[in-house]
Every structure is written in C-alpha cells, then in structure tokens.
C-alpha cells in the first residue's frame, strides 16, 4: 500500500471525488460509489474516510484536518461502459500503479470521452428492441416495422428534448406523445394494426427500468435517501411517459383521429 505521505491530501480527494462522480452520472449504484471512493482512499493510506453519496451530490471527507467536501450532480444518464472503466482504474490504483495525478488524468478522459457506442447504434438499437416488445407484448409480425419507426422517434425526440429544454420529465412526455401521434397516424392509414402493442413496445426503450433497479438495491443496502429519491424520480419519469400516451389515446378514443 503506497503512504499516503507521498501524495497531498487534495490529490487524493480530488481522485475520490472525480471517480465518484463519473460512476454517479453514469448510472451507478449509491453503495457502488461509496465503495470505489473508500477502496480509492484506502489504497493511498487513508485508511478512515467518509462518503455521503445522493443522486444529485457526493460529500467526501477523511479523518484529520481536512475539511469535508461537496460535489454536485447535474446530469445523470445511463453510460455502464464509463462505470466499468472506473472500476478498471480503481483495481490499478489498488495494485500501485498509478499516481493521483495519473488517475485523474485517465478519470478525467473517461468522463470527457464519448459514448461506447453512436446515436445511430443506440437509435437502431432502441428501434430493433422496441419491435421485439411489441412482439413479445404479444403483437403481431405485421406491426413490426410501424413498432420499429416509432421507437426510433420516440428515443430521438427523448434525445432531443434532453438538449433542447432544461425542464425534467419534459423530455419523456414529449417523446411519448410523438410515438402515440406516429402509431396512430400508421394506424389509420393502414399500415399497423394493433395501437395498443405498437405503442407499448415503441416506449419500452424510454422506461427507466436502471433506474427502478437502483432503487430497489439502494433501498435493500440501506441507502433510504438515494432509494426514494431515485425511485421519485422512476416513478415521474414513468408519469410523464403515460401523460403523454394517455394524451393521445383520449384524442383516439374521442374519435379525433378516426
């Protein structure tokens, strides 16, 4: 174990901080974070440190005259290739052989670096996946390339909205809206059949289904804070999906679009 008499200690806690963050607004579990920055810590001699971890800030502090500090979270998406490169760079400072100054280096390129995969991988993914619910939602082969179109709608404007207006759940509730519009649209002009399976499949990909995970594991390990408030969050997110197809299954039902 390095001491940690070689290293100030504002290094070791920007590096505990930095990997906590990335892990965060990556989709991590809270107990997940807490861990990496306690075992980061460890490896460079302090031995007694302390994490406070919520989806929105981390709070990091170790025993002796250094006072604690704060992090905030803004952003949160679901990136697990980041988490896992933290991890791997969390078993190399375990092992002796990076320096702070290093990790932060490498800690820092993993969070400016890109998406393991492009926006046009994950919108065929999100297109490909949501025909295969609407499937398995027992729809029919028919409706798969309508399913398809409007999955890809629905996790572009959700793309979209993100960047465009800084206002949380709008985002969803527009991008389920348009896929409600685009399956009805397909539907009254013949080209699907089923409303009900194509919308369902289409929205999958915008269900926060990492989210609800997290949640329940915070919860059962004891993160009561991080638990609800992720969970809040899962719960909103899926309200304003089901606002926006409700939306347009009232116009449906009024006969608006027949």
Same mark, same amino acid.
């Given at each position: ?70 992090? =905030? ?45 492009? =926006? ?139």
């Amino acid at each position: 174990m390095n001491n940690t008499l070689q290293y100030s200690s504002y290094d070791i806690i920007e590096v505990c901080l930095l990997a906590g963050k990335v892990m965060l607004q990556s989709g991590a579990e809270t107990y997940r974070v807490e861990d990496t920055m306690s075992r980061i810590a460890a490896a460079y001699g302090i031995l007694h440190s302390h994490s406070y971890v919520t989806p929105t800030g981390i709070i990091f502090s170790m025993d002796g005259t250094e006072p604690a500090k704060l992090i =905030r979270i803004v952003e949160r998406t679901t990136d697990l290739h980041k988490v896992v490169e933290v991890n791997n760079i969390s078993r190399r400072i375990s092992a002796g052989e990076l320096s702070p100054r290093q990790a932060t280096e490498q800690l820092r390129q993993v969070e400016n670096g890109p998406p393991a995969y492009s =926006r046009w991988v994950q919108l065929f993914s999100a297109a490909a996946a949501s025909g295969c619910f609407m499937i398995m939602f027992q729809g029919i082969w028919p409706d798969f390339p309508a399913a398809f179109i409007c999955g890809a709608i629905g996790f572009a404007a959700v793309q979209y909205f993100h960047r465009l207006v800084q206002v949380r759940f709008f985002a969803e509730f527009s991008a389920a809206f348009l896929v409600g519009l685009a399956a009805s649209l397909f539907v009254t002009i013949g080209f699907g059949h089923q409303l009900d399976t194509i919308v369902i499949g289409s929205v999958m990909p915008l269900v926060p289904g990492l989210l609800i995970t997290n949640a329940i594991r915070d919860l059962m390990a004891g993160h009561l804070v991080s638990g609800l408030s992720k969970g809040a969050d899962a719960f909103l997110t899926s309200f304003a999906i089901g606002a926006g197809v409700a939306v347009i299954f009232s116009i449906w039902w009024s006969g608006g679009m027949l």
